[in-house]
């Protein structure tokens, strides 16, 4: 079956520290790999996303992922933490067949001043 | 329109009630997505509309869900004799089929059945 594993609810980290939130897929062929940030009581906004070429992507806030196909994974990342980044952050994955979405469950991440 | 536009942005109806949501999505977009979100948790696949081709529903949580797409553009999911459990936030998104774009999402509307 296609899924989506973001492994931690949630993810601490002090202000001005690099982060890293952690997603792995199993999703046949090569798909499409994306990460997105949702704000309270708001709807989800795109990030990043990777579809061929560097494995390392960077897109909007300073963020950036690094797609490991080996080990199935897309983690994203940020050298500098900053308060404003506290959100709740999907991974999803798009299968190139279907071109059906898969997300993971989620995960919420704290930066503390 | 400029994005995905979901109506309405609320809603509250008393346990028993029908309810309809709606969604537009960005003018062209072939495919449409809705998805329920609980309180601060993951998404739930909910069913998929691919063009002209017959939709994914393996998602509906019971026969009480059902969603049309008319012309192809937008869509409505209805709620029959909603319960408790049906609070939620409900998520639209639409994407431009065959292109390796990433999926645009609506603000949502937030049920609450009392």
């Known amino acids: 079956a296609q899924s989506v594993a973001q492994p931690e609810d949630q993810v601490n980290v002090a202000e001005g520290n690099p982060l890293t939130v952690k997603c792995t897929y199993s999703v046949s062929g090569n798909p499409y790999l994306f990460w997105y940030v949702q704000y309270p009581n708001r709807g989800l906004q795109f990030l990043l996303k990777y579809i061929t070429g560097d494995n390392l992507v960077k897109g909007s806030y300073g963020f950036e992922a690094e797609f490991n196909k080996s080990q199935t994974s897309f983690h994203l990342k940020k050298p500098s933490a900053l308060v404003s980044d506290s959100a709740l952050y999907f991974c999803?994955?798009?299968?190139?067949?279907?071109?059906?979405?898969?997300f993971g469950s989620g995960t919420k991440l704290n930066v503390k001043p | 329109g400029a994005g995905v536009s979901q109506s309405p942005s609320n809603k509250v109806t008393e346990k028993g009630k029908d309810v309809e949501l709606r969604c537009d999505p960005i003018?062209?977009?072939?495919?449409l997505y809705w998805y329920r979100q609980s309180l601060g948790q993951g998404l739930e696949f909910l069913i998929y509309f691919q063009g002209n081709s017959a939709p994914d529903k393996s998602g509906l949580p019971s026969d009480r869900f059902s969603a049309e797409r008319t012309g192809g553009s937008v869509s409505t999911l209805t709620i029959q004799r909603t319960q408790q459990e049906d609070s939620a936030v409900y998520l639209c998104?639409?994407?431009?089929?065959?292109?390796?774009?990433?999926?645009?999402f609506g603000q949502g509307t937030r049920l609450t059945v009392v």
């Open positions: 003018s062209g977009h072939t495919a």
């Open positions: 998104a639409s994407i431009l089929q065959g292109l390796n774009t990433e999926a645009f």
């Open positions: 999803a994955v798009r299968d190139r067949r279907f071109n059906k979405f898969y």
